[in-house]
């Protein structure tokens, strides 16, 4: 599979605890995105990165929330001291600057349990 | 403010039936829009876009400004339909991110 990848596709961890999840673009995108998907609802915007620029966060994404794109390739969004109500589908998704009207592509997401 | 808002949580259907999803955005200015499929253990993907003017998998959605309104239609659903479609609006603050409607679940039956 040559789309978007992420890892890990699901993640349990106790109040109170950091987690990481990684997002591997398609090779040639320079944009991605994280959204969050909560039940019942469609995604919405986190962060955005134009290759390794972070160029705009969303009020959603709290201090506790941190993202990189250290080299302009992958992406790791990190939640800090994680709350119950983090717990939600992490989509990562990616496109190409070139073409302004290119569609996003999405990866499978990470789903976050936080017990 | 823009917002995307999709009115049916649900839509059930007989397979041959007709078949129509609301949406409706709130934009100021010339809105791009966008219907993104998800079928069951899936990745969400693209569907169609309005300036494509397209009709992918025999669906169809025209832009309505004067109702600001993208409805996805499909004269006769398929089993293989069944899926979460969500309506989706370029946000017009730049960077190509989306606002997402809640979407709705289309489950064709036989």
């Known amino acids: 599979d040559t789309g978007v990848s992420q890892d890990p596709r699901h993640k349990i961890t106790k109040r109170g605890q950091n987690v990481t999840f990684r997002c591997d673009p398609i090779s040639e995108h320079n944009r991605l995105y994280w959204y969050r998907q909560t039940l019942g609802q469609g995604p919405e915007f986190l962060t955005y990165f134009q290759n390794e620029a972070q160029l705009e966060k969303s009020r959603l994404l709290s201090d506790r929330f941190s993202a990189e794109r250290p080299k302009g390739s992958f992406s790791t969004l990190e939640i800090q001291r994680t709350e119950q109500g983090d717990s939600a589908m992490y989509l990562c998704?990616?496109?190409?600057?070139?073409?302004?009207?290119?569609?996003?592509?999405f990866g499978q997401g990470t789903r976050l349990t936080v017990v | 403010a823009q917002r995307v808002t999709q009115p049916e949580k649900l839509l059930s259907v007989f397979k041959g039936a007709p078949v129509e999803l609301k949406c409706n955005y709130s934009?100021?200015?010339?809105?791009?829009l966008f219907w993104y499929v998800q079928y069951s253990r899936q990745r969400l993907q693209l569907l169609l876009r309005?300036?494509s003017r397209e009709s992918i998998k025999g669906f169809t959605a025209d832009l309505n400004k004067g109702e600001t309104s993208f409805h996805l239609k499909k004269p006769f659903a398929q089993e293989e339909d069944s899926a979460m479609y969500y309506c989706?609006?370029?946000?017009?603050?730049?960077?190509?991110?989306?606002?997402f409607g809640a979407g709705t679940r289309l489950a064709v039956h036989p």
């Open positions: 998704a990616s496109s190409s600057f070139l073409s302004p009207n290119t569609e996003a592509f």
């Open positions: 934009y100021s200015g010339s809105p791009e």
């Open positions: 309005h300036i």
């Open positions: 989706a609006l370029r946000d017009s603050g730049g960077y190509n991110k989306l606002i």
